[in-house]
């Protein structure tokens, strides 16, 4: 099966340093990864994708990175703010075209 | 949310009872999905649609149904409830399926079945 983990357990971090969540994925590499942010009742939203031959992608605050050989991408978000409390999703596309998820990381910004 | 409407928001039910979720979307997105969210499991895709009245299952979809008669509708059956399918229900859009493109997602219906 193509599956795509998460670590599970909540990130708690203070405001003004960088969040690292990690997304690691079994089986062949996906062309892209996606990265999503899901608020408390709310539906997830898209981020960033980032293909397999980009090392890096960047938005803001935010970094991407993908290491095939590692078969896995970090999610860096740069001097943290409360709002960026969260919980954030890696997802890919396994071969039959569907988008699988992984089951998130949660995040906690503390002031 | 992207011109996605979930209906209803929240729902309690009774094991054995038939319920439908509905998803009505304003984007004239061609793929419509339905996922559930549980605790340990995150998404998983339960349906989904490739176009009116096209539609194929998902890793999860012993005990749901779905229909598309429009293009802006995409509905979810629980032919008869069980206490396992109490989750988070969760309709997502998109334009295409090729592995660059994004979804939409609705804000969810939260279902307790008891």
């Known amino acids: 099966s193509q599956k795509i983990e998460q670590n599970s357990e909540a990130l708690n971090i203070q405001e003004g340093k960088t969040a690292t969540l990690t997304c690691n994925y079994t089986?062949?590499?996906?062309?892209?990864l996606q990265w999503y942010r899901q608020d408390p009742g709310r539906g997830p939203v898209f981020l960033l994708l980032i293909r397999e031959n980009e090392k890096e992608k960047r938005k803001e605050r935010l970094k991407v990175t993908f290491d095939t050989t590692l078969k896995q991408s970090l999610f860096h978000i740069t001097a943290s703010q409360p709002a960026d409390s969260a919980t954030y999703l890696c997802?890919?596309?396994?071969?039959?075209?569907?988008?699988?998820f992984g089951q998130g990381t949660e995040l906690s910004v503390k002031p | 949310d992207a011109g996605i409407t979930q209906s209803p928001r929240h729902k309690v039910t009774e094991t054995g009872t038939p319920v439908t979720l509905r998803c009505h979307q304003t984007?004239?997105?061609?793929?419509m999905y339905w996922y559930r969210q549980d605790p340990g499991h995150g998404l998983r895709l339960i349906h989904y649609s490739y176009g009116v009245k096209d539609t194929d299952k998902g890793e999860v979809s012993d005990g749901y149904s779905v229909s598309r008669s429009k293009t802006e509708d995409f509905l979810l059956t629980l032919e008869s409830a069980t206490s396992s399918q109490t989750s988070v229900y969760f309709c997502a859009i998109s334009e295409g399926v090729e592995a660059n493109e994004k979804l939409f997602f609705g804000s969810g219906t939260q279902l307790s079945v008891l």
């Open positions: 984007e004239n997105h061609r793929y």
């Open positions: 089986n062949y590499s996906p062309a892209y």
């Open positions: 997802a890919r596309r396994n071969q039959g075209g569907k988008l699988i």
